[in-house]
């Protein structure tokens, strides 16, 4: 999609804002009668949020409340998983807006009070946290957070309200902790998150969490209208006024625009950051880590270069946290992938094979910076070890001011890729350099990556394509390429030998007649 059209999109959304205002006093009645208890109305809109967030920059940090800590402390997931929101009490489950908005506790994890407002026609009125919002046992912990203490710390997106029961299926877009959202991808499941900002991700200072301390809502008065969200970020060195607009589509999209002003130099700031977990893949062949094939939710960082160049680059679980950064200028997209949707290759319940992709559309030019990788050890896969995010070349100093337009689609596939003309990697499979009925050598691998796609069937028979691969050290060997027999997919084949430890970088695509006919696979080996 080229930057003119994003732009249209993103004015076309803006331009539905008003529709709220046409509600007026029938939609402050819905309100009210939704059960829940609001505070005095007082003026609002975008431009008073941006000065918010600029005028706080300038003043000294302040931690968000935390309602009775010492008991939430003791809300563990499990105990966390025993309250429940009262639908009764959902905002706008009556109307005037098409998705109801529930409400999330406070727990272990969720320490901290996030103020929530709806907004009525350029009017904001803040809902009042009562404990009659939530069910829990009298042995809960919840009984103990004081009168005047707010026990909200997050908000779910749920369904139509037109269509079926919207109180017995899942939420398709959820907030909740520091300043990390996602959303339901194309496959009806949900996977990797999203995050606000990232500051200092790997870098030699703390990394820092800020959050978004206060969000507002104005409905969608129709299927297919966004659900647009303010939100108010704040953190030791950083403050943000937010706008989401979020689109429920077969997936869900959303249009994002931040203006961010820092309080301290930031060594390394991250927009539009993303966060996923690779535990293995079917890469290496051999593992222990555990009895299923695959373990991931994402398994291929995906970019379209501001040069038009795609690059697909393979998730690793290295043996230490390891960065990897691609320099560029106006980006046209970058996410995370999960590619591999055979069910067979995961063999378990929680759905890997169903994980969203999720991509990052800038809207506008970004300027020059790098997308940035950053991959951590994990024994596990309960954490999230894997970000990835843009880095602006403009250093982050304190005083200084950033804005950003960009839209995340929550999807089943990377959008915008040209299927006709590239073949994509599909799949990383590593063995024992060297030939057939011949020594091995001992620092040599043997590199195969599987390539699937419309203009393979072009090939003519006989004909093989060209492998066209480096790598940044070591020597590269016995380069082949050849069609898998029964399958519409074709193999390319390289040794490459090595000395030491350190990692390789890779680079490989196929070529026929001096053209490229796939994208560019990227891979850190490690020897």
């Known amino acids: 999609m080229s930057v003119d059209t994003s732009r249209r999109s993103f004015l076309a959304a803006m331009s539905s804002l008003p529709l709220w ?54 809300i563990d997931y499990d105990e966390q998983g025993k309250i429940k929101f009262k639908y009764d009490y959902a905002l ?16 272990y994890y969720f320490q901290k009070t996030v ?5 009525d026609n350029g009017e904001a009125r803040e809902i009042i946290y009562q404990p009659d919002y939530f069910s829990f046992g009298p042995q809960s912990p919840m009984n103990d957070i004081r009168p005047g203490e707010s026990a909200i710390a997050g908000f779910w997106v749920q369904e139509s309200r037109r269509i079926g029961d919207w109180t017995k299926q ?25 995050r606000g900002i ?51 589509t077969s997936g869900v999209v959303m249009d994002i625009e931040n203006h961010l002003f820092l309080r301290k130099d930031v060594e390394r700031l991250g927009i539009a950051p993303l966060t996923s977990m690779f535990w293995y893949a079917e890469y290496p062949a051999a593992h222990s880590h555990d009895w299923r094939p695959e373990v991931h939710d994402s398994d291929t960082l995906v970019m379209w270069n501001g040069a038009g160049e795609h ?4 998730l690793n679980n ?14 046209r997209g970058f996410g995370l992938a999960q590619r591999d949707r055979n069910y067979e290759h995961y063999l378990d319940g929680v759905n890997y094979d169903r994980r969203p992709t999720t991509w990052v559309e800038p809207l506008g030019e970004w300027g020059k910076g790098r997308v940035q990788l950053v991959e951590i050890p994990t024994d596990d896969e309960v954490y999230d070890n894997i970000g990835v995010f843009w880095v602006p070349e403009k250093p982050a100093r304190a005083g200084t001011t950033f804005s950003f337009r960009y839209r995340l689609h ?96 890779l680079r490989c695509h196929l070529e026929l007649d001096g053209k490229p006919i796939t994208e560019t696979w990227l891979y850190q080996y490690h020897p």
């Open 21 to 74: 205002g046409l509600f007026g006093a029938k939609a402050r009645a819905a309100l009210d009668a939704a059960g829940l208890k609001f505070g005095e109305a007082k003026p609002f809109d975008f431009d008073m949020l941006i000065k918010m967030a600029r005028d706080m920059a300038d003043q000294p940090y302040k931690e968000p409340a935390r309602p009775n800590p010492e008991a939430v402390k003791k």
């Open 92 to 107: 706008w489950k009556d109307g005037p807006s098409v998705y109801p908005i529930t409400f999330r506790p406070v727990g």
């Open 115 to 119: 103020r929530m407002f709806a907004v």
């Open 170 to 194: 899942e939420p398709w877009a959820t907030f909740q902790g520091a300043s990390y959202f996602r959303a339901v991808g194309e496959l009806g499941q949900v996977g990797m998150s999203a």
């Open 198 to 248: 990232a500051l200092n991700v790997g870098a030699a200072e703390p990394e820092e969490f800020p959050d978004f301390r206060s969000f507002w809502f104005e409905p969608a008065a129709r299927e297919g209208d966004p659900l647009i969200v303010y939100a108010l970020l704040d953190g030791p060195s950083i403050t943000g006024a937010y706008r989401f607009a979020l689109h429920r």
């Open 311 to 314: 690059l697909v680059r393979p």
């Open 318 to 331: 290295p043996t230490r946290i390891m960065f990897s950064s691609f320099m560029d200028e106006n980006p």
């Open 410 to 505: 929550w999807l089943a596939d990377t959008p915008y890729f040209p299927k006709k003309d590239l073949a994509r990697a599909v799949a990383l499979r590593m063995g024992r350099g060297g030939e057939f009925g011949k020594a091995r050598p001992a620092n040599a691998k043997k590199i195969v990556i599987e390539w699937d796609g419309e203009i393979l069937k072009s090939i003519p028979w006989g004909v093989r394509p060209t492998v066209v691969v480096s790598a940044s050290r070591g020597q590269i060997s016995l380069t082949r390429s050849e069609a898998i027999w029964y399958t519409p997919r074709w193999r390319s084949e390289f040794d490459i030998t090595v000395d030491g430890s350190e990692p390789v970088e």
